[in-house]
């Protein structure tokens, strides 16, 4: 049975700025990702704290938000069987050094706070990311 989902996926500020906007499209589309939308945008330190409330108590939300908004990112809806599972896979765990070898942030990310993309954790959460950046 098809399972046709879509999710959000983020190329963060660290890798915008290093021109890798165009590789990491490619590892999505090489793994049969359809790129549905997409838009390059800088968002304001109040709109990343909106899109990261979930850790608002975190000892690193702040400078998450800060870093999120320090400079213009790539939103993507993301589509594929599975999506939101399929990409987090893709991504490899939050801590570059502990992510598996072939994995986006194995390959492109600098550190836990320049890990390079982000994706929707689930279902739920990729409706209200998607919905956050693309409703109007
Ligand atoms: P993302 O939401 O960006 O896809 P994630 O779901 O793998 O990443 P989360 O737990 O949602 O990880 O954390 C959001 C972001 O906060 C991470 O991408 C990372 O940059 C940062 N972060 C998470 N844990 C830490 C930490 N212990 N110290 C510093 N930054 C952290
Ligand atoms: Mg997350």
């Known amino acids: 049975m098809s399972n046709i989902e879509q999710t959000l996926s983020i190329i963060k500020p660290d890798a915008v700025e290093r021109n890798l906007q165009d590789k990491i499209k490619?590892?999505?589309?090489d793994k049969n990702f359809e790129i549905i939308n997409e838009k390059k945008?800088?968002?304001?330190?109040?709109?990343?704290?909106?899109f990261y409330k979930v850790h608002e108590t975190k000892p690193f939300y702040n400078?998450?938000?800060?870093?999120?908004?320090?400079?213009?990112?790539c939103v993507m809806i993301l589509q594929k069987e599975n999506a939101v599972l399929e990409n987090r896979k893709?991504?490899?765990?939050?801590?570059?050094?502990?992510?598996?070898?072939?994995?986006l942030r194995k390959k492109y990310g600098i550190s836990i706070?320049?890990?390079?993309?982000h994706g929707s954790d689930s279902i739920e959460n990729a409706k209200i990311e998607i919905d956050f950046f693309f409703k109007n």
Do not use: Q
């Open 90 to 103: 893709l991504m490899g765990a939050t801590n570059p050094n502990d992510a598996e070898e072939g994995t």
């Open 113 to 117: 706070d320049k890990n390079s993309v």
């Open 63 to 73: 400078d998450l938000c800060t870093y999120l908004s320090s400079g213009p990112i």
């Open 26 to 29: 490619n590892e999505f589309i």
């Open 41 to 50: 945008i800088h968002i304001s330190k109040e709109e990343a704290e909106k």
